[in-house]
Nanobody
């Protein structure tokens, strides 16, 4: 099992920044991809950014150049630095871990809400 706990969400004005964190525990050795997804009201959950153990990074086109995913060397914490936030970035952000223990999509955190509004 892998447990994920997100933090760092909140209310921010357009153009502002937030840094989300996701702490992983449990069978961390089994993780091969960690990522961030988001779900806006009335919309499907979508990939925001991901980081694989091979070093491959993926970003949604809508966040390229504004968001940066990073991870600590122990793969215990994954971050999402969000800059130049827009109202359309408003969503619940979920941490995800793909693991060899269970089939995709893997494990999810409980989510942290980000609201971009003036």
């Amino acid at each position: 099992q892998v447990q994920l706990v997100e933090s760092g969400g909140g209310l921010v004005q357009p153009g502002g920044s937030l840094n989300l964190s996701c702490a992983a525990s449990g069978s961390i050795f089994s993780i091969y991809v960690m990522g961030w997804y988001r779900q806006a009201p009335g919309k499907e959950r979508e990939l925001v950014a991901s980081y694989s153990t091979s070093g491959t990074l993926n970003y949604a086109d809508s966040v390229k150049g504004r968001f940066t995913i990073s991870i600590d060397n122990a793969w215990k914490t994954v971050y999402l630095q969000m800059n130049s936030l827009r109202p359309e970035d408003t969503a619940v952000y979920y941490c995800n871990a793909r693991s060899h223990i269970i089939p995709p999509p893997g494990y999810w955190g409980q989510g942290t809400r980000v609201i971009v509004s003036s």
